[in-house]
T-cell receptor, first 110, second 115 residues
Framework: GDSVTQKQGQVTLSEDDFLFINCTYS??????LLWYVQYLGQGPQLLLK?????NKGISRGFEATYDKGTTSFHLQKASVQESDSAVYFCALDNNNAPRFGAGTKLSVKP | EAGVTQSPRYAVLQEGQAVSFWCDPISGHDTLYWYQQPRDQGPQLLVYFRDEAVIDNSQLPSDRFSAVRPKGTNSTLKIQSAKQGDTATYLC?????????????FGPGTRLLVL
């Protein structure tokens, strides 16, 4: 079945540092790959989606790219701010129900 | 436009007690999902509906959990006899269609603690 693996459980950065979070996936089809952000006490909200057609998505200063060759996709941001502190999830969507990774907790120090 | 609403926001139970969670999706969204999110983990699908029909409940522990969406709008998830391992946040989500170009919107969740 479809699966997604997100190994970085926690990342601690200082403001203006570069962020990079990676996920790998396994599927037999051509999925849409998603990044969600979850702030404390809230449900996840969609940050970015990447499809096989576009290979890249950009939103709110975050960029997601997708590498079919290595079946991986990652989230990056050139300069993080304290307000970016949250949990980030990658997910795989194959026209049914999105399947989520374990999440990466980002803490940004002022 | 109102988002996905869930109630209650918190629940505390003793083992063996029953509890129900209620979800009101975004108006017009035909697909509704229930996820379980244990502490420090990602959401894990329990069940999802298209209109009133169950599409996938393979991850729902059927001996104690049940979910319904009788009119294709609101939904209820029930735990018949809660266990400590059920401690988690229960998230409801909806989307307009079932294809991956449609965005999935989550409610704030119900945090369940089973003592």
């Amino acid at each position: 079945g479809d699966s997604v693996t997100q190994k970085q459980g926690q990342v601690t950065l200082s403001e203006d540092d570069f962020l990079f979070i990676n996920c790998t996936y396994s599927t037999t089809t051509y999925p849409t790959l998603l990044w969600y952000v979850q702030y404390l006490g809230q449900g996840p909200q969609l940050l970015l989606k990447v499809t096989t057609a576009n290979n890249k998505g950009i939103s709110r200063g975050f960029e997601a790219t997708y590498d079919k060759g290595t079946t991986s996709f990652h989230l990056q941001k050139a300069s993080v701010q304290e307000s970016d502190s949250a949990v980030y999830f990658c997910a795989l969507d194959n026209n049914n129900a999105p399947r989520f990774g374990a999440g990466t907790k980002l803490s940004v120090k002022p | 436009e109102a988002g996905v609403t869930q109630s209650p926001r918190y629940a505390v139970l003793q083992e063996g007690q029953a509890v129900s969670f209620w979800c009101d999706p975004i108006s017009g969204h035909d697909t509704l999902y229930w996820y379980q999110q244990p502490r420090d983990q990602g959401p894990q699908l329990l069940v999802y509906f298209r209109d009133e029909a169950v599409i996938d409940n393979s991850q729902l522990p059927s001996d104690r959990f049940s979910a319904v969406r009788p009119k294709g709008t609101n939904s209820t998830l029930k735990i018949q006899s809660a266990k400590q391992g059920d401690t988690a946040t229960y998230l409801c989500a909806s989307r307009a269609g079932h294809f991956n170009q449609d965005t999935q919107y989550f409610g704030p969740g119900t945090r369940l603690l089973v003592l």
